[in-house]
């Protein structure tokens, strides 16, 4: 589209919008004026309203309490012989009714089942049933009663005479479309009085009320119903609450809402609204008929040098930028177009220079990123929110991961169970400047070993919150960490080996002397001595054996080297240690071993490794008074073995990290932090499982289980 069509069609757009917006700014300010008009007056018209409606009340009101008081209809009733009543009695109620300007009087002999209903209309309405009809209060009381499909005002008094005898009279109005007609003199107001949605009657259809209060309940007694249509009709209305109602029926009675509803017609204002519409709309026509014959003159003085100048502008946003845009023109058209000239020439002379600084970078950002991704270590870079800013190869195909699932993601969501709270602490220290570096040793749940090393990365360009990032250097270490363990392993077994060759060599040459000598004694004495003998030759024996055991536990087994028993294995490492547990200490050992268990996929020295160190921890937990119970059972994946303590129990902060290498709580006491690594390697070598449940102050809870043979 050409600038000079755009540029009429622009014209013609703020007209029309302006137009747009002129109508609906006068429209919505006069309808809200006529809108706050209508609230007043609905509002003084609806109080008018329910105050004429409840002027038949007082009214009523007013009548049976002079009633109570008559001393003429008193009389009237005590001179009464009749089951009927006489001339003189009807008389004075028709007068009575009359001032009261009611329909009807219904009169209840109290000497007599006689009741009458007098018609005090000349109109001929149909007779209100009086059984319906009935005194319930000692006193003067006015209500509303439907029956019939009738609405009445009910005013109810006894009359008492000086004799004793009495007269239960009921004046009723009808409430009808006649009465809510002179509840109000306004023609634009129209009212409606309802019994719930059971009856409604006024001078409006009863149909858009209706459709309104079903399964409504109001939250009090006044209500405001903004916009409704009744007969095509517009409307505003406000519905107030009038006490009760009794409705009788042949079945029952039963309590109903009454509503006056004051109804307020729009279609006047909806009318002047219209009207001033097509004012503004007609007047806008004339505007924009002249504004466009005034812009046909303006534009074609300007399309002509724009025209020049978008050509040359598309040339350059080819590549041409030779183009330049000729003419001699003055004023700010004419500074327009040297301009744009002079742009285009410094536009030539900077497009080399970026080529050259973009060739440059392209080719520095490759050099980069084959350096980095060339390393073997994984590495990550973390900013401040914790979020990866970049990954290399070795990092990706270590955990088997995406770019695009890590680069931008928080690495709490990588989900490679190596991230938890001291890794972000470090994290945190780095970013704040407070650590230069930090390096931390993690194991997973596959039993992958890794160290991670902290790095600062400065960027000075950056904002002072986001110029310090980290970097995160993972190295698998699990085959370093296994070659460590197995080394530190060796040289203790080697020298446990060591001691216990020398110590088994010193005690059994004496012991055969002993034994020997016993021996001997027990052949020559057959008296009383005999028996403490045998008793120094069992122990003797004892001794033997134990060293033998001590022999057998630091040297490898022979046979089938894979598997072991493992009640076998625990019980012959408790009683290698029991005795060492009871003199230095008041802990108890308690065993449950199943019975009948089948032999389990594991070495036995690896199996008493375990068991040692289990029951190592669990002793430096409880220090000096506890309980340690060891129990077996078969389960389905093979067997399972349960060491629990009462010790101090492990801190939910610290638990997962207890199976990593070289973690340890116990400072600088000779603790290499390797225990409870070990026991996870070599259960993990045989595909066993290891569980530990724990809670400061109530003890550990260490459950492994070993596949079967």
């Known amino acids: 589209m050409k600038l000079f069509q755009r540029t009429i069609l622009s014209f013609f757009g703020i007209i029309v919008l302006q137009t747009a917006l002129t ?10 004026s006529q809108a706050e008009d209508a609230k007043r007056e609905l509002k003084d018209e609806a109080l008018s309203v329910f105050d004429n409606f409840n002027a038949w009340k007082r009214a009523l009101w007013a009548q049976v309490v002079d ?10 009733i005590d001179a009464q012989a009749g089951i009927a009543f006489d001339d003189g009695l009807n008389g004075i109620l028709k007068d009575i009714g009359d001032r009261t300007g009611a329909e009807f009087i219904i009169a209840r002999s109290g000497w007599s089942p006689f009741t009458t209903v007098i018609p005090l209309s000349a109109s001929l309405l149909p007779f209100p049933p009086e059984r319906y009809f009935r005194n319930e209060k000692p006193h003067p009381y006015i209500e509303m009663v439907s029956c019939d499909s009738t609405l009445y005002f009910s005013g109810t008094v006894r009359v008492m005479g000086r004799g004793g005898k009495h007269l239960d009279l009921f004046i009723l109005k009808r ?8 509840l109000t003199f306004n023609p634009r107001i129209k009212s409606l009085v309802s019994v719930g949605n059971r009856w409604a009657v006024g001078t409006i259809g009863s149909g858009s009320f209706s459709a309104w209060l079903d399964g409504r309940q109001l939250a009090n007694s006044y209500a405001v119903i903004d916009r409704t249509e009744e007969a095509g009709v517009p409307y505003s209305a406000v519905v107030q609450q009038s006490g009760t109602v009794r409705v009788s029926t042949p079945q029952a009675d039963s309590q109903e809402t009454l509503y006056v509803a004051t109804y307020l017609s729009q279609l006047d204002n909806r009318k002047r609204l219209s009207a001033l519409n097509s004012g503004v709309i007609t007047v806008s026509v004339i505007v924009a008929a002249i504004t466009l014959l005034i812009s046909l003159v303006l534009t074609t003085a300007v399309t002509s040098p724009i025209r020049g100048l978008r050509d040359a502008m598309m040339r350059i946003k080819t590549g041409d930028f030779e183009a330049t845009v000729k003419g001699q023109r003055s004023g700010e058209i004419g500074d327009l177009l040297r301009g744009f000239n002079e742009m285009a020439r410094q536009l030539r002379d900077d497009s080399a220079s970026l080529s050259e600084y973009i060739a440059e970078i392209v080719r520095l950002k490759e050099y980069n990123d084959r350096i980095f991704n060339s390393i073997r270590e994984g590495i990550i870079v973390v ?25 931008g993601r928080n690495i709490d969501e990588l989900s490679i169970g190596l991230f938890d709270e001291p890794l972000h602490t470090s994290i945190r220290s780095v970013i704040s400047g407070g650590v230069f570096a930090d390096t931390q040793t993690r194991r997973t749940k596959g039993g992958v070993s890794f160290e991670v090393k902290f790095y600062p990365l400065i960027e000075s360009a950056a904002p002072a919150g986001q110029a310090i990032h980290c970097i995160l250097v993972i190295e698998d270490v699990s085959r370093k960490i296994a070659y460590e363990e197995k080394i530190f392993q060796a040289e203790k077994l080697a020298s446990v080996s060591m001691l216990s060759a020398g110590v088994a060599h010193e005690i ?14 027990i052949d020559e004495d057959s008296g009383t001595r005999a028996a403490d003998l045998r008793i120094i030759e069992q122990e003797t024996k004892r001794i033997a054996r134990i060293v033998r055991n001590l022999l057998d536990f630091s040297s490898p087994r022979g046979g089938d080297s894979n598997t072991a028993d493992a009640n076998a294995v ?15 200490s008041r802990i108890g050992i ?25 029951i190592k921890n669990s002793l430096q937990a409880i220090d000096s008074d506890g309980t340690i119970a060891i129990g077996t059972r ?19 902060e610290i638990l997962p990290r207890i199976f990593d290498p070289f973690f340890t709580t116990k400072g600088d006491d000779g603790n290499t932090g390797l225990g409870l690594s070990v026991v996870y390697g070599i259960v993990t070598k045989y595909r066993g499982t290891i569980t530990v449940e724990s809670s400061a102050g109530t003890g550990t809870t260490m459950c492994i289980i070993l596949p079967r043979a």
């Open 23 to 32: 109508v609906i700014l006068v429209a919505d300010s006069i309808e809200a």
């Open 508 to 521: 059994n040459n004496p012991l055969s002397s002993i034994l020997t000598n016993v021996q001997n004694l």
């Open 175 to 182: 409430v009808d479309s006649s009465l809510c007609s002179q």
């Open 570 to 584: 625990i019980s012959e490492v408790l009683q290698l240690i029991r005795y060492s547990i009871r003199r230095e």
């Open 67 to 76: 009633l109570a008081a008559n001393e003429e209809l008193k009389r009237a």
């Open 590 to 614: 308690e065993l449950e071993l199943g019975e009948g268990l089948p032999r389990v996929s594991i070495g036995e020295d690896e199996l008493k490794q375990i068991v040692v160190n289990l």
């Open 383 to 407: 900013n401040a929110t914790f979020s990866v800013e970049k990954a290399n190869h070795a990092f990706l195909s270590c955990f088997h991961l995406e770019a695009e699932s890590v680069v």
């Open 634 to 652: 078969k389960v389905e994946a093979g067997i399972e073995i349960v060491v629990r303590d009462t010790g101090r129990g492990i801190d939910p």
